[in-house]
């Protein structure tokens, strides 16, 4: 994708697969940039409590399993479409997913993307938005997996320099340990993901997710009701 982007403002064109990529997930990746910055304080301070936590997690499983059921039929078609088309069959299946997912228009990837603002919400999972968002605009499971996982470079990546200059100083006093033990699990968790999920997806739907983030999150919402 860096590779796509610094091409094609050198040569001035958007011709290779990389190139309209790395445009797709640059655009997509603005209305998530600006309602982040936008709203960093209200996602941090009144949402960011325990409860409301609670809830969203509840609220993400709740829309994970509404997703696969208002596609369900079409699942069958959706998978149909991973077949590589004539001439493709040569590149690896990561390169058939990237050529598909450059097949959505600008409007499809910009909503796409946006639909990361509503993992800005704690306890809303920014992988599992964005797959639902990619299946309802016409990708199958696991070229919807990729296209959240390609996602989140930029995401993660503006976060990083939102976030982390403050915590180098003084407010990062006796934060910077668990926030680099932190910061090496998820790097683990996000170099397994892509290939646990490009598995799960072979044969498996959003479901699991589903049900594991609506009994956790109601569960966690019981607890804090009686704590």
Known sequence: MIRGL???VTQRRVETVDQMLAWLIVTAYVPVAVAGVALDKVFRTTLGQHVPTAIFFALNGIALFVTEQLRRGGTARRRAVAVAARGEEQLSAEEQ???RITR???RQAVTIGAAQIIALLPGISRTGSTISAGIFKGLNHEDSARCALLH???VIGGAALLKLPPLLGALGN???GPLLAGSVAAFVAAYLAPRYLARHFE???LIPFA???SV???GSLAYFAVA
């Open 174 to 176: 006796g934060l910077r």
């Open 97 to 99: 997913s990237d050529l």
């Open 6 to 8: 610094v091409t094609s």
């Open 203 to 205: 044969h498996r739907a």
């Open 211 to 213: 049900i594991c983030c």
């Open 216 to 218: 956790v999150g109601l």
């Open 152 to 154: 989140a470079a930029p």
């Open 104 to 106: 959505l228009t600008m």
